[in-house]
């Protein structure tokens, strides 16, 4: 992939700067928020253990930067404490007091029993802000239980509508619910730091994969609601709609479309030369093209077929269609099929050359945040400790 550095300017006044920022979580939900905090201008401080964030390493054995703290960590200063010894605890306690917001993403208790805890820390610092991620909430019979992404897949029901009907469940292909997860954190966040600014007030932002993954299927809970029926996986298109998320073979490989409005399917069909097709009483109408799926599909690859999927996929944007070619990542190239050009950047890694990443999402006033540098593990340690005049073990 031919990605660039950033083209668009740094912002002259990053909206969080000034916020400090204690990142004492691990793999991906908590240290996501923060990487959206530090892009933002804040100050993040990530607490990690002797040997690292776990995620260092999660399958990576090059060096102390692997893909998953890769993506999540840019910016960030490192620092360790050893959270084992009565010093170390001390440390971290001052460390995490002097900060406007603090994120964690560990198991119910286990920070409590280092003096970290939410109740802990707010009671001496009303001022601060503390986001919590939990598996399945802090209380009841399921919150000591371990729990991943792909747990929360499963639970919510978003399993039982990834796959193939007649075969197992499929996951989502990504850690979906951890970066969802990320995202809501940050929302909360940002939210107290808002309400703080005007009543001088902290507060405790809480949430669990489990929750935010079964408000993710917000539409299949609806529609199970109204219709008393139950969603069910059926690989691609929408069981209620056609064409739509449908996967047509082109020559030189796929495109989904969506045209299931009337309106929409006949400018289709006219666009596609076959204006016939709106009338035939096999796809006349939404009912029937559900019905009628397959031979739906089986007309529409043969009438796209000898296109390029890019071609196809311009020719149906100019006729007012939802259509996009599906691409490999090695095909997914900034400044091409609406990817920001400058949505990439490259983050500067010790010993190593950098690597390339995505950045924000949107600029603010035109401008983004540059994406800074990974940092050794405990590499700020005596440089924060001393700026917050910590004493040192």
């Not at 990530?46 to 964030?53: I, M, N, Q, S, V």
């Not at 603090?102 to 001022?127: F, H, I, Y």
């Amino acid at each position: 992939m031919n990605a660039t550095a950033s083209l668009l300017p740094a912002m002259d006044d990053p909206p969080l700067h000034g916020v400090r920022v204690l990142d004492a979580g691990q793999y991906i939900a908590a240290p996501a928020a923060a990487q959206t905090l530090a892009d933002l201008g804040a100050d993040v401080i990530k607490l990690e253990p002797a040997g690292g964030d776990a995620s260092r390493h999660v399958g990576w054995t090059k060096d102390a930067y692997g893909p998953m703290f890769s993506a999540y960590n840019r910016g960030k200063r490192s620092v360790v404490l050893d959270l084992r010894s009565e010093a170390g605890r001390s440390q971290a306690r001052r460390l995490a007091l002097s900060c406007d917001v603090v994120l964690a993403n560990a198991r119910p208790g286990a920070l409590e029993k280092q003096g970290l805890g939410a109740a802990q820390l707010m009671a001496e610092s009303p001022r601060l802000i503390y986001g919590r991620v939990s598996a399945f909430g802090q209380q009841g019979p399921a919150s000591i239980r371990l729990g991943f992404d792909i747990a929360a897949q499963a639970e919510s029901g978003m399993m039982s509508l990834n796959g193939e009907s007649d075969r197992d469940p499929v996951r989502v292909g990504f850690t979906v619910v951890d970066l969802l997860a990320a995202n809501s954190l940050t929302t909360g966040v940002l939210a107290a730091l808002l309400r703080r600014s005007r009543t001088g007030r902290g507060g405790l932002v809480d949430l669990s994969l489990i929750d935010v993954a079964v408000c993710a299927l917000a539409n299949a809970w609806t529609e199970y609601h109204l219709t008393g029926q139950m969603p069910l996986r059926r690989g691609n298109g929408q069981p209620s709609a056609a064409p739509a998320a449908d996967v047509i073979t082109t020559r030189d490989g796929q495109i989904v479309l969506s045209a299931y409005m009337q309106e929409h399917f006949a400018r289709l069909c006219a666009t596609i030369g076959q204006p016939h097709l709106a009338h035939d009483e096999r796809f006349a109408t939404n009912q029937a093209r559900v019905a009628n799926r397959p031979a739906l599909v089986a007309v529409l690859r043969d009438a796209l077929s000898h296109f390029d999927s890019d071609t196809i996929v311009d020719i149906l944007a100019q006729g007012g269609i939802v259509a996009g070619t599906i691409r490999t990542m090695d095909r997914v190239q900034p400044g091409h099929a609406g990817v920001s050009a400058d949505l990439f950047t490259a983050v500067e890694t010790p010993g190593r050359a950098p690597v390339r990443v995505p950045g924000l999402p949107f600029s603010l006033d035109g401008a983004r945040q540059p994406a800074g540098r990974l940092p050794a593990v405990g590499e700020h340690t005596q440089q924060v400790l001393a700026e917050l005049e910590i004493p040192q073990a």
